[in-house]
């Protein structure tokens, strides 16, 4: 997660839980320095430490270890710190992983873009959850009928022909060539031409 998030309580909560995280420091955060690993300069690594809080504050709310981890990316020509609760991860995949969480926020992005969910009918781990992997499924279903029947539209689009399609009782071949033909049909309407051209 980014450095937005860092909230000493709520990382201590992760941590309880089992799970690890990975996240930047914030400048004025106060540590004090228990144990330093050995690291290979070469691969961009400047310090990998055992750290605790030193604030009495941010101590309260996270009492365990963490580990700190300084990291210059030579591409970018920036230096990042890293804090985390993982100390069974090299220090350079803790960074790599760091790296690729925008590949996390790219799938949540696609998530609200394709899955098209409006509104959680429930809100318990398992509401969510059950929700989330049906509109997975729906959307793989999709794909598959479009690869299988060689549709020529995108998946969105496909998407809302089944939905508005859904309690018809149409061959789906037919339900996509009544689209297709009403869309490039320039037969007479009932519409009225608004400029009269």
Same mark, same amino acid.
């Given at each position: 997660?980014?450095?937005?998030?860092?909230?000493?309580?709520?990382?201590?909560?992760?941590?309880?839980?089992?799970?690890?995280?990975?996240?930047?420091?914030?400048?004025?955060?106060?540590?004090?320095?228990?144990?330093?690993?050995?690291?290979?300069?070469?691969?961009?690594?400047?310090?990998?430490?055992?750290?605790?809080?030193?604030?009495?504050?941010?101590?309260?709310?996270?009492?365990?270890?963490?580990?700190?981890?300084?990291?210059?990316?030579?591409?970018?020509?920036?230096?990042?710190?890293?804090?985390?609760?993982?100390?069974?991860?090299?220090?350079?995949?803790?960074?790599?992983?760091?790296?690729? *969480?925008?590949?996390? !926020?790219?799938?949540?992005?696609? #998530?609200? +873009?394709? @899955?098209?969910?409006?509104? $959680?009918?429930?809100?318990?781990?398992?509401?969510?959850?059950?929700?989330?992997?049906?509109?997975?499924?729906?959307?793989?279903?999709?794909?598959?009928?479009?690869? *299988?029947?060689?549709? !020529?539209?995108?998946?969105?689009? #496909?998407? +809302?022909? @089944?939905?508005?399609?859904? $309690?018809?009782?149409?061959?789906?071949?037919?339900?996509?060539?009544?689209?297709?033909?009403?869309?490039?049909?320039?037969?007479?309407?009932?519409?009225?031409?608004?400029?009269?051209?």
């Amino acid at each position: 997660m980014d450095r937005a998030y860092v909230d000493f309580k709520r990382l201590h909560v992760f941590q309880e839980g089992g799970a690890f995280f990975v996240t930047r420091t914030k400048k004025g955060i106060q540590f004090r320095r228990r144990y330093s690993r050995d690291i290979d300069a070469s691969t961009g690594l400047r310090s990998d430490h055992t750290v605790v809080l030193a604030a009495p504050a941010s101590r309260k709310h996270y009492p365990d270890p963490l580990r700190r981890i300084h990291f210059h990316d030579a591409e970018q020509h920036r230096f990042f710190r890293f804090l985390t609760n993982n100390f069974d991860l090299s220090a350079l995949t803790i960074c790599l992983l760091y790296r690729s *969480r925008w590949q996390v !926020e790219l799938f949540f992005k696609w #998530i609200k +873009q394709h @899955l098209r969910i409006k509104a $959680f009918y429930g809100y318990s781990e398992n509401a969510v959850k059950t929700q989330i992997w049906i509109a997975v499924s729906i959307y793989v279903l999709v794909a598959i009928v479009k690869k *299988r029947l060689a549709l !020529e539209g995108s998946l969105h689009e #496909i998407l +809302q022909v @089944l939905s508005v399609t859904l $309690f018809e009782q149409v061959p789906i071949l037919q339900a996509f060539g009544e689209v297709a033909s009403q869309e490039k049909s320039d037969g007479i309407s009932m519409q009225m031409n608004l400029l009269d051209l």
